[in-house]
């Protein structure tokens, strides 16, 4: 069965602090791993990482995919208030030589920034 | 550009009723997804549509049921509401299929008594 753990469930930080977030897959045919970023209502969009583009950055943000280890990470260097959320991992599990239309996403990490 | 746009914001249900969660977008996006989030649970994909007419069935489909009879509608309907079926519904849309971003909208959230 295709599943994607995140951890830690929870972190709390203070202003400044630099956090490392994990998540972990195990999917068929792989395709692409994507991080969004949810505040009170609807995710938003962060990154997708493929196997053709294993690191992306913006900002403080970066995220590296770890293909070998099945794995990213998500950096936030420098945290704000504004950062605090809930971080969603997905995955996006391919059939063949394609992608299917599912997205497998993990529990999510809710990153408290405290000033 | 208003996005991908949701109707009610919030409802409660007895149970047994029925009714349907209006979504829309405007960006002219192929592909349109129903997820629901479970308190402490990641995501999960309830039914998703390629086009107009064309649908199929995610992780939870049972109890819910979809249509799509034009690009920028996709409206999930529950029928025999359950007290299971309490929890925030999200609609999203993608240009290129869930490989790829999802522009979520703002979300419904049903309570079922």
């Known amino acids: 069965e295709d599943k994607v753990v995140q951890s830690p469930l929870s972190l709390v930080v203070h202003e400044g602090d630099t956090v490392t977030l994990n998540c972990s897959y195990e999917v068929t045919n792989f395709r692409s791993l994507l991080w969004y970023k949810q505040e009170k209502k609807a995710p938003t969009f962060l990154f997708m990482l493929?196997?053709?583009?294993i690191e992306k950055k913006s900002g403080r943000l970066s995220s590296i995919l770890d293909k070998k280890e099945l794995s990213s990470i998500l950096n936030i260097t420098a945290t704000q208030t504004g950062d605090s959320a809930i971080y969603l991992c997905?995955?996006?599990?391919?059939?063949?030589?394609?992608?299917?239309?599912?997205?497998?996403f993990g529990t999510g990490t809710l990153l408290a920034v405290q000033p | 550009n208003a996005g991908v746009t949701q109707t009610p914001k919030f409802r409660i249900l007895k149970i047994g009723q029925s009714m349907t969660l209006q979504c829309a977008q405007d960006m002219n996006h192929n592909y349109m997804y129903w997820y629901r989030q479970d308190p402490g649970m990641g995501l999960k994909l309830i039914y998703y549509s390629v086009g107009a007419g064309i649908t199929d069935k995610g992780e939870v489909p049972n109890g819910y049921n979809v249509s799509r009879s034009t690009t920028e509608d996709f409206p999930l309907r529950l029928e025999l509401a359950a007290p299971s079926q309490t929890s925030v519904y999200f609609c999203a849309s993608s240009y290129q299929g869930s490989a790829y971003e999802q522009y979520f909208g703002p979300g419904t959230r049903l309570t079922v008594t």
């Open positions: 493929t196997s053709s583009g």
């Open positions: 997905a995955v996006n599990p391919g059939v063949g030589g394609g992608a299917t239309n599912k997205l497998i």
